[in-house]
Nanobody
Framework: QVQLVESGGGLVQAGGSLRLSCVMS????????VAWFRQTPGKVREFVAV????????LYANSVEGRFTISRDNAKNAMYLQMSSLEPEDTATYYC????????????????WGQGTQVTVSS
């Protein structure tokens, strides 16, 4: 079955950068739309960014536009989130998600989810 595994989270100071990775196994990665979401305790999981199957179409949440970049490498079954100019408000658990039919900002549209990777930004 499809599995998604995130990595790359950690502790960083405000203004710093991190690169998250998400690797898929169990199916053909290039046939999926993939996205990043994030969640803090007590809050709803929120959309961060999505990328289409070719990698040439992307969409970002307003809160990360211009600071985060989503990308993918279909040959490696992987997608990435390059995060720059990090702010304490970016502290969250980051999840990757995949679906074959939805280029979407809605978490309910995604079929497969990873377990998450923690990002903590200190002020």
């Amino acid at each position: 079955q499809v599995q998604l595994v995130e990595s790359g989270g950690g502790l960083v100071q405000a203004g710093g950068s991190l690169r998250l990775s998400c690797v898929m196994s169990g199916d053909t990665f290039g046939t999926y739309y993939v996205a990043w979401f994030r969640q803090t305790p007590g809050k709803v999981r929120e959309f961060v960014a999505v990328i289409n199957r070719s990698g040439y179409g992307t969409l970002y949440a307003n809160s990360v536009e211009g600071r985060f970049t989503i990308s993918r490498d279909n040959a490696k079954n992987a997608m990435y989130l390059q995060m720059s100019s990090l702010e304490p408000e970016d502290t969250a658990t980051y999840y990757c998600a995949a679906d074959r039919s939805q280029f979407s900002q809605e978490r309910s549209d995604y079929t497969y989810w990873g377990q998450g990777t923690q990002v903590t930004v200190s002020s």
